[in-house]
């Protein structure tokens, strides 16, 4: 009788174990260490919800074996039904070639219990391809949660994931479904292929959590840089005059397009390129962009500013800075560098998005230094008055509004001595 192999079995990978308060000790830390000025708020999380997280199911070498493992998001997390559903169907021997074609299966969260299937695997034989197959019609049959199944391709090969950067060309061919997943009930979706968090609890409530530190007034204008599928922007959309995203991912590009299209004030632009040092006086260049501003940086991963943006950006005077990152190291250089350039840290949210993870987030907002406080550095009081903000500029509807004054010939007759 056929002895079913061991490798099928689903083997839990478990993260750091880190917990909140580990966080909040280094955190500590590192502003006594660094003297970072200004008012740290409370802590930002929310309880991490099992089916409102992206899971991986990979293929490992364990020795001479290739075996599947499930990658956990984060510590002690348990395990969703649809998981073993999955592996329990991949166990049957109908299935065993498609089972060792496989190189990892994402299940995407949308953050309201569902999910989008991404599957990679190598089908270069008839017998894999007619298996996967039989397994597609499964997950649709038998696996309600699962909205849509792309199969996906990378070349050069490698391993996708959504957290890197794209520096190669991603092919995703739809099972069934679409091609864009819904986040949570907020309205707006994103492209099967973009990033987001792995945990999407505490991120689906980040925009009002942003505009509860800020209180954004009528007049203002938002700039999301690295904003993925624009979510944080096109959830204040409402808020501000115009938002405006920029990201140089081609499914950033599909996704900020498609959320722009369910807004109804039409006052999202979304801009596909890198962020560099002459960005911002290309932008600041065209009259309809002038305005009051406020930036939102998100860095990806360990990711810096890229150079001269620190300083071109304070060139332009936004109103407010907005500064996110995972890296300590990254954000005590950075922060010296806008201090540099006039702007100080009014206050600081840390942010736990992925509550149980090896890594946390600080949101640093920064404000022009309109009082002088940073003028006791001859320094920085020398750079910050070389910094000069964009010259209003009249628009030609309106200039017929102004009025001239012009002074006639003077009415009196030369007298003669």
């Given at each position: 009788m056929y002895?079913?192999?061991?490798?099928?079995k689903?083997?839990?990978?478990?993260?750091?174990?880190?917990?909140?308060?580990?966080?909040?000790?280094?955190?500590t830390?590192?502003?006594?260490?660094?003297?970072?000025p200004g008012?740290?708020q409370a802590?930002y999380?929310?309880?991490?919800d099992?089916?409102?997280?992206?899971?991986?199911?990979?293929?490992?070498?364990k020795?001479?074996q290739?075996?599947?493992?499930v990658?956990?998001?984060?510590r002690k997390?348990d395990v969703?039904?649809?998981?073993?559903?999955i592996?329990?169907?991949?166990r049957?021997e109908?299935?065993?070639?498609?089972?060792?074609?496989?190189?990892q299966i994402w299940?995407?969260a949308?953050?309201?219990g569902?999910?989008?299937?991404?599957?990679?695997?190598?089908?270069?034989?008839?017998?894999?391809?007619h298996e996967?197959?039989?397994f597609?019609d499964f997950?649709?049959r038998?696996?309600?949660?699962?909205?849509s199944l792309?199969?996906?391709?990378?070349?050069?090969?490698h391993?996708?994931?959504p957290a890197?950067?794209?520096?190669?060309?991603?092919?995703a061919?739809?099972?069934f479904?679409?091609?864009?997943?819904p986040?949570?009930d907020?309205?707006?979706?994103?492209h099967v292929l973009?990033?987001?968090?792995?945990?999407?609890d505490?991120?689906?409530g980040l925009?009002?959590?942003i505009?509860?530190?800020?209180?954004?007034?009528?007049g203002?204008?938002?700039?999301?840089?690295?904003?993925a599928s624009?979510?944080?922007?096109?959830s204040?959309?409402?808020?501000?005059?115009?938002v405006?995203c920029?990201d140089?991912?081609?499914t950033?590009?599909?996704?900020s397009?498609?959320?722009?299209?369910?807004?109804?004030?039409?006052n999202?632009?979304?801009?596909?390129?890198?962020?560099?040092?002459?960005?911002?006086?290309?932008?600041?260049?065209?009259?309809?962009n002038?305005?009051?501003?406020?930036?939102?940086?998100?860095?990806?991963?360990?990711?810096?500013?890229?150079?001269?943006v620190?300083?071109?950006?304070a060139a332009?005077?936004?109103?407010r800075?907005l500064?996110?990152?995972?890296?300590?190291?990254?954000?005590?250089?950075?922060?010296?560098?806008f201090?540099n350039?006039g702007?100080?840290l009014?206050?600081?949210?840390?942010l736990?998005?992925?509550?149980?993870?090896?890594?946390?987030?600080?949101?640093?907002i920064f404000?022009?230094?309109r009082?002088?406080?940073?003028?006791?550095?001859?320094?920085?009081l020398?750079?910050?008055k070389?910094?000069?903000?964009?010259?209003?500029?009249i628009?030609?509807?309106?200039?017929g509004?102004?009025?001239?004054?012009?002074q006639?010939?003077?009415?009196?007759r030369?007298?003669k001595?």
């Amino acid at each position: 009788m056929y002895k079913k192999k061991e490798e099928t079995k689903p083997v839990k990978i478990q993260a750091s174990a880190f917990t909140l308060e580990d966080h909040k000790k280094q955190l500590t830390a590192w502003i006594e260490a660094e003297h970072i000025p200004g008012k740290f708020q409370a802590w930002y999380t929310a309880p991490a919800d099992p089916m409102h997280s992206d899971w991986r199911i990979k293929s490992v070498y364990k020795g001479p074996q290739e075996l599947l493992e499930v990658e956990v998001p984060v510590r002690k997390m348990d395990v969703p039904e649809i998981v073993p559903m999955i592996f329990q169907q991949l166990r049957k021997e109908h299935l065993r070639a498609f089972r060792k074609s496989i190189r990892q299966i994402w299940l995407r969260a949308t953050g309201d219990g569902r999910f989008a299937m991404l599957v990679q695997a190598n089908l270069r034989g008839r017998n894999s391809a007619h298996e996967s197959k039989t397994f597609t019609d499964f997950v649709q049959r038998s696996i309600p949660e699962i909205l849509s199944l792309h199969f996906i391709q990378c070349k050069p090969d490698h391993l996708f994931d959504p957290a890197t950067a794209q520096t190669v060309s991603t092919e995703a061919k739809c099972v069934f479904g679409k091609d864009f997943m819904p986040i949570a009930d907020t309205g707006f979706s994103m492209h099967v292929l973009d990033w987001a968090p792995r945990v999407k609890d505490a991120w689906i409530g980040l925009p009002k959590r942003i505009a509860d530190a800020i209180h954004p007034t009528k007049g203002d204008r938002l700039f999301e840089f690295y904003s993925a599928s624009s979510y944080v922007g096109a959830s204040l959309a409402s808020m501000f005059d115009s938002v405006d995203c920029l990201d140089c991912r081609e499914t950033a590009m599909l996704s900020s397009k498609y959320n722009a299209r369910t807004l109804i004030e039409n006052n999202l632009r979304f801009h596909r390129q890198k962020l560099d040092a002459n960005f911002f006086a290309k932008f600041f260049r065209k009259p309809e962009n002038e305005g009051r501003w406020t930036f939102y940086f998100n860095l990806p991963g360990d990711e810096p500013l890229a150079t001269g943006v620190v300083q071109t950006a304070a060139a332009s005077r936004p109103e407010r800075i907005l500064l996110q990152t995972s890296n300590l190291e990254v954000a005590a250089k950075e922060i010296r560098k806008f201090r540099n350039e006039g702007y100080m840290l009014r206050k600081s949210v840390p942010l736990y998005l992925e509550p149980g993870s090896a890594k946390f987030e600080v949101l640093f907002i920064f404000v022009p230094d309109r009082n002088g406080l940073l003028g006791r550095n001859p320094a920085i009081l020398a750079r910050s008055k070389n910094v000069q903000r964009p010259k209003e500029r009249i628009e030609r509807a309106k200039k017929g509004n102004i009025p001239h004054f012009v002074q006639k010939d003077a009415a009196f007759r030369s007298r003669k001595d």
